[in-house]
C-alpha cells in the first residue's frame, strides 16, 4: 500500500514570498491532515478535511495560509506572504472515515522542510 | 484548553534496559490516548492505542498504562536496543478524528 506523498520535500524562499506543498493521501482516506511542526515541538494541526470539506481550521492563520482539497483527494497548503516565523516541516496526513473505524490512525507523509530567509 | 507535557529532557538509556517515556495532561481525559514515532526527517509514524477504560496495553516490547486519575500515560520499552533511538510523541484523541500532539521526548539508546 502506498503511503502519504508529498511535495517538494525541501523548500527555501525569502519571507513575504509565497510557496505551496502538495499531499496525496493513502487511497481510500476521507479525513486529510496538515499540521506545521516547528523544530523541538509536535505536531500542531493546521487544517482537517472530511473528504473536500473543512472540518477544523481553527489554528489556520487564515490571513496568510490557505488551503484546499479538490474532489476529497489531493490536497494543497498555501503560504502568502510567507514570515521568518513559518519555518518549520509541515506534515500532511490521512486516516479513514472516523464513522468507519472505532479510533483514528494518522498515517503521515515526510513532510516539507521549509526555510524562510 | 488542553495541554499535554512530556519529558522535556532528552533520555538517555543503556542498551538492554528499560525506557519509561511520561505524558501528562490536563483538564478533560481523552478518549483515547495514542503514541507515536517518529525519526529524523520523517512524519510520525503510529505505535500503540489506549482507551480511557484500559489500564495497560502491550505490544511486542512496548507497554502502555494509562491512568485518568492521576492523567498520565507511560510509556515502556523493555529490552531496549539502540535502533530504538527516536523521538516519542504523545497525542490525545478527545472525539473521533482529532488529535493533540506532545511536543514529544527524544530517547537514545547507547551500545
Known amino acids: 500500500e502506498a503511503g502519504v506523498a508529498q511535495s517538494p520535500r525541501y523548500k527555501i524562499i525569502e519571507k513575504r514570498q509565497s510557496v505551496a506543498f502538495w499531499c496525496n493521501p493513502i487511497s481510500g482516506h476521507a479525513t486529510l491532515y496538515w499540521y506545521q511542526q516547528i523544530l523541538g515541538q509536535g505536531p500542531k494541526l493546521l487544517i482537517q478535511f472530511q473528504n473536500n470539506g473543512v472540518v477544523d481550521d481553527s489554528q489556520l492563520p487564515k490571513d496568510r495560509f490557505s488551503a484546499e482539497r479538490l474532489k476529497g483527494v489531493d490536497s494543497t497548503l498555501k503560504i502568502q506572504p510567507a514570515k521568518l516565523e513559518d519555518s518549520a516541516v509541515y506534515l500532511c496526513?490521512?486516516?479513514?472515515?472516523?464513522?468507519?473505524?472505532?479510533?483514528?490512525?494518522?498515517?503521515f507523509g515526510p513532510g516539507t522542510r521549509l526555510t524562510v530567509l | 484548553s488542553q495541554k499535554i507535557e512530556q519529558n522535556s529532557e532528552a533520555l538517555n538509556i543503556q542498551e538492554g534496559k528499560t525506557a519509561t517515556l511520561t505524558c501528562n495532561y490536563t483538564n478533560y481525559s481523552p478518549a483515547y490516548l495514542q503514541w507515536y514515532r517518529q525519526d529524523p526527517g520523517r512524519g510520525p509514524v503510529f505505535l500503540l492505542l489506549?482507551?480511557?477504560?484500559?489500564k495497560e496495553k502491550r505490544k511486542e516490547r512496548l507497554k502502555v498504562t494509562f491512568d485518568t486519575t492521576l492523567k498520565q500515560s507511560l510509556f515502556h520499552i523493555t529490552a531496549s536496543q539502540p535502533a530504538d533511538s527516536a523521538t516519542y510523541l504523545c497525542a490525545l484523541e478527545r472525539s473521533a478524528s482529532k488529535i493533540i500532539f506532545g511536543s514529544g521526548t527524544r530517547l537514545s539508546i547507547r551500545p
Open positions: 496526513a490521512s486516516s479513514l472515515d472516523p464513522g468507519k473505524v472505532s479510533y483514528n490512525e494518522q498515517f
Open positions: 489506549i482507551r480511557e477504560n484500559e
